[in-house]
């Protein structure tokens, strides 16, 4: 029996039936255009993920996300194990690049318009994750449990309380009661490494079978005028093209997480006043600057009720921008392109002007 | 447009960097408690090999028996010489790997372009198709 | 030399420094997490007591002091000095207890017996328990591993 590639492959064929799936995906075509860059996004935040999940294994090896051990657990992983600070550093870099691909990879489906027909359900799954990848950027914040993350979670598990009839149910399943205590650390820990995984491999199998299954979206005045866009075959040319990215992603993210490696603060005391210079994470401080800039009082509610408000409806708004941006083609098109920029601008403004 | 894509490839730029910006300042979170030894101070001072033995010094917490409780920041640092060695030479060791690799990938990527270009795997052109005696052209 | 034609072709020596280094470079990963996560934890090399807490011993009693985190097993022998063993079954790690009438250790996992020197003499142990160095210094009392020396 000869021992080679082809017969090895061959063995699995004949039980798993690999050979379709294998043949589809190399008939697999990425077009190219001048917007084609974009389509390194997907796979970045990929394997950013994977850097997080081997990070994260790591770290979980010797947290413990209790109230008395969490922030010295931390500490013994920063001084005692062999490059811990190193492991810490990769997990908080790799979630902060992750996020900013995250926020490239929508804002050039919004710019090119890819959630057009057919792709509305791509774009809601892809909207859900990055929803999910804020909620595990938020979980995540928490577990070292020093005085800023204490400050930042107790603000932002009290937003929920400014929506009206079900806030305060939110706030206290979040918090495991009314206040952050050391139920809150264990439950953010559990929906950190259990539940907002389970939740994302789950929503990110049905984005990426809808992605295959649509094909690559093309730019909108090149569907338009019916051309046939030149395309690279998915493997092996626009795979060997990601490969290199991800070396050069890989590599950045290591780099960095080496020379800006995140210090620890002592463990939060629940009794202590609100250190100087709370905020949340980077992703959220336009957020943080909206909900500021409201008055304490509009009228018969609250400012913060006023800016939750607005804050969701914008939310929502991005969630079904597909249905709103019908006629992409024409001024409303147009239109909603302004609008992204606009949204843009503001996020920019606003998370700038938080740290001023 | 090439304005619009100017702008949008801005727009992404300063949507990556903006978040380095803010994240290295935070590197240096409040120090208001004396005694702390100094923090990751953000940006270019890092750079500097030399700068960074004393940007960056052996931060073991100090020996705390039982429930006392630790005032001070924990700074990131290495606890030997040799684990920063190693370190360095691990980071060197990898922009080498990422630069000879992304050569060698760059030699795969032109061949499988020309190779593609000239249409040598297609066997649905191929003028063999249907051919008996032209067992795996192509596969 | 030219060759016209061999089996190892330019192509093939390219793709295997490409596929080589690539694995050296996975290797290189693989080293730094498995020290990361095996486990850290090492017995102590030696241990500083209280003297006063164990100076009224009579001769015969055993008391447990820790050692890292195993039990430690301090007797006072008949001629007044003191013995220390690790405090844990040679046989399947289980902790001992000092049985006074009997003047024997006792395992209770799978019923062990050491005698009053720590010598298995019953039961599947195949060894005796680990001897430690015990050595008073002023107001302490270290028990150290056997052949460290005496460290300050």
Same mark, same amino acid.
């Given at each position: 029996m000869k021992i080679d590639l082809k017969t090895f492959l061959a063995w699995f064929d004949d039980r798993l039936a690999v050979t379709p799936l294998v043949k589809y995906m190399t008939k697999k075509e990425v077009p190219q255009h001048e917007h084609s860059i974009w389509y390194y996004t997907g796979s970045s935040i990929l394997l950013f993920l994977f850097i997080q999940i081997v990070t994260g294994i790591m770290l979980a090896f010797y947290y413990k996300p209790t109230l008395e051990g969490a922030n010295a657990s931390i500490a013994r992983i920063m001084t005692? $194990?062999?490059?811990g600070w190193l492991v810490r550093s990769v997990h908080s870099w790799s979630a902060t690049f992750m996020i900013a691909i995250v926020m490239v990879h929508m804002l050039s489906i919004m710019l090119t318009k890819s959630y057009r027909k057919p792709r509305e359900v791509t774009w809601l799954t892809g909207m859900m994750l990055l929803v999910v990848s804020m909620v595990f950027g938020f979980t995540g914040? $928490? $577990?070292?449990?020093?005085d800023l993350s204490l400050s930042a979670t107790k603000v932002g598990t009290n937003i929920p309380a400014a929506i009206p009839v079900v806030g305060r149910w939110v706030t206290q399943f979040l918090r495991g009661g009314d206040d952050v205590t050391g139920d809150t650390l264990t439950r953010f820990f559990l929906f950190h490494v259990c539940i907002l995984p389970l939740v994302i491999f789950a929503i990110l199998v049905v984005h990426i079978l809808l992605v295959q299954k649509e094909g690559m979206s093309i730019p909108l005045k090149e569907e338009i005028a019916k051309k046939t866009v030149p395309a690279l075959p998915f493997w092996p040319n626009f795979i060997l093209r990601e490969f290199i990215i991800w070396l050069v992603l890989l590599g950045t993210v290591l780099t960095v997480a080496l020379l800006f490696a995140p210090s620890l603060g002592p463990s939060a005391d629940l009794m202590a006043a609100a250190p100087e210079g709370v905020k949340p994470e980077w992703y959220f401080l336009f957020l943080f600057q909206t909900l500021k800039?409201?008055?304490?009082?509009m009228g018969p509610v609250t400012g913060e009720f006023v800016a939750v408000v607005i804050i969701m409806v914008g939310i929502i708004g991005i969630f079904v921008v597909p249905f709103l941006d019908?006629?992409?083609?024409t001024k409303k098109g147009r239109f909603f392109t302004y609008l992204t920029y606009f949204g843009v601008i503001y996020a920019i403004a606003f998370s700038i002007w938080s740290l001023l | 447009m090439r304005g619009i894509r100017v702008w949008s490839i801005l727009m992404m730029v300063s949507l990556v960097l903006a978040p380095l910006a803010a994240a290295a300042g935070q590197a @240096? #979170? #409040? @120090?208001?408690?004396?005694?702390? +030894?100094?923090?990751? #101070? #953000?940006?270019? +001072? +890092?750079?500097k090999p030399a700068a960074r033995q004393e940007a960056k010094p052996a931060a073991k917490p100090p020996a705390k028996k039982g429930e006392e409780k630790r005032t001070e920041e924990i700074v990131p640092a290495y606890s030997d010489i040799k684990q920063r060695s190693a370190v360095i030479v691990f980071y060197v060791w990898l922009w080498l790997s990422i630069a000879v690799l992304a050569y060698f990938l760059r030699l795969w990527i032109k061949e499988a372009d020309r190779v593609y270009k000239a249409k040598y795997y297609e066997p649905e052109e191929s003028p063999r198709k249907g051919n008996p005696m032209a067992a795996g052209v192509g596969e | 030399m030219r060759i016209n034609n061999a089996y190892f072709t330019r192509r093939k020596f390219l793709n295997s420094i490409l596929g080589g280094w690539f694995g050296a470079v996975i290797v290189s990963f693989i080293s730094p997490i498995v020290k990361f996560v095996w486990p850290p934890y090492k017995e102590p090399d030696e241990v500083k007591l209280v003297l006063a807490d164990f100076a009224a011993m009579p001769p015969g009693e055993v008391k447990i002091f820790p050692w890292g985190v195993k039990p430690g097993l301090l007797k006072r022998a008949a001629d007044g000095t003191f013995i220390a063993w690790v405090?844990?079954?040679?046989?399947?790690d289980c902790n001992v207890s000092w049985v006074p009438d009997k003047k024997q250790f006792y395992c209770a996992c799978h019923i062990g017996w050491y005698d009053e020197n720590g010598t298995n003499i019953a039961g599947p142990p195949p060894k005796p328990l680990r001897r430690l160095d015990v050595a008073v210094e002023g107001e302490d009392l270290f028990v150290r591993k056997p052949g460290a020396g005496a460290k300050a």
């Open positions: 005692e $194990l062999p490059l914040y $928490l $577990l070292p449990w020093d800039i409201f008055p304490a009082n019908n006629k992409p083609e | @240096s #979170p #409040p @120090s208001d408690k004396a005694g702390v +030894q100094a923090a990751a #101070p #953000p940006g270019a +001072q +890092q750079v | 405090g844990v079954c040679t046989h399947l």
